[in-house]
């Protein structure tokens, strides 16, 4: 819904009413409101589900809008879905025609100022829908990475090309945290009706089979037919506006053909992908580097985490040894948070003693060291907690989803949570109310080979 005032909005909902009944041209103000599609989607009073339409959207609306004015909607009722004139209005009532009109401007008025306290209602709700189907953010803020966002953030809300962009970097450099806070920041604007976050795996890649299974399963009946799905799929994405991310993409990339068949959904839909590969040099893919961040960023990270886990106190240590710190990490962001969470156990001398001298090409190594180390310094309770989280999603898993997978008490629970997330370990997502916890695919693939022994 384009910016208006509620003078015009009112002005805007006058029009679609005179229009009732009338065959006219589309609203496009009432059209573009979430609410809109919320109404729009409820089933009819026999229970069948209609088209959406301007004239359905109207009678339903009036008729919610009864309940709280219920004169006012009772005229708007009378003037336009019935098509009364003001003069038996009037007649009815005993009172002036003249009154009818000011009552009639009053009740509009209200009404369009009831839909917009609707239509406020209905993008907050969907907002926070959207967001709790984001992954846990990685970083609470992303240092230096605030010109990428913007970047970022400026091509996904384009009604324009290009249609599938691609953020490649190293692991652990931030791509699924950018791509997280960019896609967070145009919720508000309700760019896109829907947000799908998908994470390929070894076991499970994102190829063009598994792909349309995944987008089927999320966005189509599962009665339709396996040779229906693909035109299906494809008008369905053609239809809604959506924005599809593809986290942890590898191979796929190295085939243009697999790229040029994303495109077969775009527009206005747009893919995302999140990967440590470029796209082969035919693809037809937007690529956006992550790049490791500098020594000032690098420092800021370090700052923001510190004071995140509660290690205010290491801060000038940390700000001493900065230059240390970023030799050995090369400027990664997991890397640093690491390095920062080993602070909860090790003095700085033996965090910096127990990484190696490494360069960029030796991210993996130092990777090895910082976890290597911070499981060693783990608790017991630490230890089982982050054993169990390989058997979590990326969507991440509730408090109660913990204690099942990892059978262990309230108390001790909520130990091994907060000293996972003080290590950097542990991701935390959603509100006061709702938590949910995930580890990063770093941690999960060094527990899988380096403490569980798996293939």
């Given at each position: 819904m384009k910016a208006t005032t509620p003078a015009q909005f009112a002005k805007q909902v006058h029009t679609a009413l005179q229009s009732y009944g009338k065959r006219a041209k589309a609203a496009p103000a009432l059209q573009s409101l979430q609410y809109y599609k919320v109404v729009c989607a409820q089933p009819s009073r026999s229970?069948?589900?209609?088209?959406?339409?301007?004239?359905?959207?109207?009678?339903r609306s009036l008729r919610q809008f009864r309940a709280e004015q219920p004169a006012h909607a009772s005229l708007l009722?009378?003037?336009f879905v019935e098509q009364v004139p003001a003069k038996e209005i009037a007649h009815q009532q005993a009172i002036s025609q003249e009154t009818v009109n000011r009552n009639q401007q009053r009740a509009i008025h209200m009404f369009a100022d009831w839909l917009l306290a609707?239509?406020?209602?209905?993008?907050q709700q969907r907002q926070s829908e959207l967001l709790?189907?984001?992954?846990?953010?990685?970083?609470a803020e992303l240092a230096g990475g605030r010109a990428l966002q913007k970047k970022l953030g400026s091509l996904l809300s384009s009604d324009q090309l290009p249609w599938v962009i691609c953020l490649t970097g190293i692991g652990g450099i931030g791509k699924t945290a950018l791509a997280t806070q960019a896609v967070s920041s145009l919720l508000p604007d309700m760019r896109y009706d829907r947000v799908l976050w998908l994470r390929a795996t070894e076991s499970e890649p994102l190829t063009q089979a598994t792909l349309l299974a995944a987008l089927s399963k999320r966005l189509l009946p599962a009665t339709l037919a396996a040779s229906q799905r693909l035109p299906a799929l494809q008008q369905a994405l053609k239809n809604t506006p959506s924005l599809i991310v593809l986290d942890d993409v590898d191979q796929e990339l190295a085939d243009p053909a697999w790229v040029d068949w994303l495109h077969t959904f775009t527009k206005p839909s747009r893919f995302l992908i999140c990967s440590r590969q470029r796209p082969a040099t035919l693809a037809r893919a937007y690529v956006l580097p992550v790049g490791e961040l500098s020594a000032k960023p690098a420092l800021e990270l370090m700052s923001l985490q510190a004071r995140e886990v509660g290690l205010e106190a290491a801060l000038p240590a940390i700000r001493k040894q900065a230059g240390a710190i970023y030799a050995r990490t090369g400027g990664n962001p997991l890397a640093l948070k690491l390095a920062v969470g080993l602070l909860h156990s090790w003095p700085l001398s033996a965090v910096l003693e127990a990484l190696h001298e490494c360069n960029?090409?030796?991210?993996?190594?130092?990777?090895?060291?910082i976890f290597q180390a911070s499981w060693q310094a783990l608790s017991p309770q630490g230890r089982r907690l982050l054993l169990a989280m390989p058997l979590v999603g990326s969507e991440g898993a509730s408090l109660a989803q913990l204690r099942a997978i990892s059978g262990m008490g309230a108390a001790s629970l909520r130990n091994a949570i907060h000293e996972l997330h003080q290590r950097s370990l542990l991701e935390a997502s959603g509100d006061a109310e709702h938590k949910r916890y995930a580890i990063h695919q770093l941690t999960r693939s060094f527990l899988r080979t380096q403490i569980l022994n798996e293939d």
């Open positions: 229970g069948r589900r209609t088209l959406p339409s301007v004239e359905s959207f109207l009678r009722t009378q003037r609707q239509e406020a209602a209905a993008r709790a189907s984001l992954p846990p953010a990685s970083f960029h090409a030796d991210i993996d190594t130092v990777y090895a060291d």
